[in-house]
């Protein structure tokens, strides 16, 4: 099982926080990159955030300022602290493990809605 597993999504108000949490079956020194990605009804999935082996981060601007991602390498794990969510966030989030250029795995996703 090398899927990530996503954990931490819920009903928030605007203005409010949310943490997720990526597990990966086993260690994330050994990829590449983790990245977070969204998608809503009706629109294309977006990347969000993305943090590589070497902890480099990248976010798009849309989240800048607002959200953060991290890693704890013991826990193997990828973190994303979203603060002041906006009902535009709603989508579900889904964690993206890239060992490299052709091996991708992907969460099963993990709702996240905010409430004006």
């Known amino acids: 099982q090398v899927q990530p597993v996503e954990s931490g999504g819920g009903l928030v108000q605007a203005g409010g926080s949310l943490r997720l949490s990526c597990a990966a079956s086993?260690?994330?020194?050994?990829?590449?990159?983790m990245g977070w990605y969204r998608q809503a009804p009706g629109k294309q999935r977006e990347l969000v955030a993305q943090?590589?082996?070497?902890?480099?981060?990248e976010y798009a601007d849309f989240v800048k300022g607002r959200f953060i991602i991290s890693r704890d390498n013991a826990k193997n794990t990828v973190y994303l602290q979203m603060n002041s969510l906006k009902p535009e966030d709603t989508a579900v989030y889904f964690c993206?493990?890239?060992?490299?250029?052709?091996?991708?795995?992907w969460g099963q996703g993990t709702q996240v809605t905010v409430s004006s």
């Open positions: 993206k493990a890239t060992y490299n250029t052709f091996l991708t795995y």
């Open positions: 086993g260690s994330i020194s050994s990829i590449n990159a």
């Open positions: 943090i590589s082996r070497d902890a480099t981060t």
